[in-house]
């Protein structure tokens, strides 16, 4: 069964519009990770953030962590429309362990 | 990171059949995992891949539908044994690169079993 659970499923905005997606999950972790899949294809990661960490920036990527919450919510900032993508969550109970995945936001991003 | 390779990329298959799926790493990983994504779905672990011994399989996967080898460090294939329709999905494997957290995943093989 998934881990965790993503909001919103769908999410559509215009470009330069900030995009905002949350993720929450069931237990313990060592680490969260979000991938981003166009159309279908593999995974390309995006960030990794552990779990005695609140906040990460990576380029237009900030990604927080609220382990009392059990949640993390990624934001794009000035979004392209090459933005468009499905958005996943991951969660890993250990170092270099296996990893639960959540739902899943699609964005759209209209030119 | 790790440049990983699946073959084939995709493939249209009958049911009743069976596919290998190969996944190939172009340096030494420490663990190789193997995910399905069926169609609007998210990834689900079929089973984490371990050099020289048996798979380990996740609730609700058997190693006589999706026997699993991995003979070495680089390389690892998935069969889909006695195909279905509900077995067309995303076929995708994942590494780990030493001690590290990030699993990085391979481009993915489409299957469609009609």
């Known amino acids: 069964s998934q881990q965790g659970e993503e909001d919103p499923q769908a999410l559509s905005i215009q470009e330069g519009e900030n995009a905002t997606m949350n993720c929450s999950y069931k237990t313990s972790i060592n680490n969260l990770q979000w991938y981003r899949q166009n159309s279908g294809r593999g995974l390309v990661h995006l960030i990794l953030i552990r779990s005695n960490e609140r906040e990460k920036h990576s380029g237009r990527l900030r990604v927080t962590l609220d382990t009392s919450k059990k949640s993390s919510s990624l934001l794009i900032t000035a979004s392209r429309a090459a933005d468009t993508a499905s958005y996943f969550c991951a969660t890993a109970k250990a170092a270099g362990n296996k990893l639960t995945f959540g739902g899943g936001t699609r964005v759209l991003v209209k030119p | ?114």
């Open chain 2, 1 to 114: 990171s790790a440049v990983i390779s699946q073959k084939p990329s995709r493939d249209i298959c009958q049911r009743g059949t069976s596919l290998t799926i190969q996944c190939q790493v172009d340096s030494q990983v420490t663990m190789m995992f193997w995910y399905r994504q069926q169609p609007g779905q998210s990834l689900t672990l079929i089973a984490t891949a371990n050099q020289g011994s048996e798979a380990t399989y996740e609730s609700g996967f058997v190693i006589d539908k999706f026997p699993i080898s991995r003979p070495n460090l680089t390389f690892s294939t998935l069969t889909v044994s006695n195909m279905s329709p509900e077995d067309s999905s995303i076929y995708l494997c994942s590494v780990l690169i030493r001690s590290g957290e990030t699993q990085y995943f391979g481009p993915g093989t489409r299957l469609l079993v009609l």
